[in-house]
């Protein structure tokens, strides 16, 4: 599955995050922030274009209807954020901690979550195409009643993930591990899982595997 990589110039200047408190609908192009703590912001609709984290901790930040196009965060810590309803073009998050992170209802289009830690992550109601985690952590995340589209899970965590009322059809969970995922018979028809998880799997249709 290919994904869109952000599509950002080769030379951006290092901007300094603004002392000013963030505003409603607030617009953020061509720079690179790093090494600094973004805290206690609480605006909707602020738009960040063609602009790469790097290094930075995120702390009680409220971004309601977030806008993002063309964005990389590296090595950034996300925890707990609220990021719901964002809309996520061309993203990629790599090697960033997500715990908790609230992207309930959001719309994600050509994004790429690599090497993240993201347990108990929200996302509930997302919309999701073009979508990949590699190599990530999601325990115990919530993709209750989500739309899954041409998404890929590879080599990640996924223990006790909640996919209830989610379709799963052409969905590969084959390279990941779980011992325990919340879905029902009709989620999983269609996905595509491996050998050792279809004997997990085979307890929803009531079936008793002879050892």
């Not at 963030?22 to 061509?30: K, L, N, Q, S, T």
């Not at 109601?125 to 979508?131: A, E, G, S």
């Not at 084959?174 to 899982?193: A, H, K, L, N, Y």
Request: hydrophobic share 40%; proline share 2%; glycine share 6%.
């Amino acid at each position: 599955m290919k994904i869109l990589s952000p599509d950002i110039p080769r030379e951006l200047s290092e901007v300094t995050f603004p002392d000013r408190r963030i505003c409603d609908e607030d617009y953020f192009e061509m720079g690179i922030i790093s090494n600094c703590i973004i805290e206690n912001e609480v605006a909707t609709h602020v738009f960040f274009d063609k602009v790469i984290f790097k290094n930075v901790v995120f702390q009680k930040v409220n971004f309601s209807g977030l806008e993002l196009t063309d964005v990389i965060f590296e090595k950034c810590d996300l925890s707990n954020v609220d990021f719901n309803e964002a809309n996520m073009h061309q993203v990629e998050m790599r090697n960033c901690k997500i715990v908790g992170i609230n992207l309930m209802g959001a719309t994600l289009r050509n994004v790429l979550f690599d090497n993240c830690y993201g347990d108990y992550a929200n996302f509930r109601n997302v919309n999701c195409k073009q979508v990949k985690f590699h190599n990530s952590s999601l325990a115990n995340a919530d993709f209750y009643t989500s739309t899954l589209l041409k998404v890929h899970f590879s080599n990640s965590s996924l223990e006790q993930i909640q996919l209830s009322g989610t379709k799963l059809a052409g969905i590969d969970l084959s390279s990941c591990e779980f011992r325990q995922i919340g879905v029902t018979i009709e989620d999983v028809q269609g996905c595509i899982v491996s050998p050792q998880q279809a004997v997990g799997f085979s307890k929803l249709f009531g079936l008793i595997i002879n050892e």
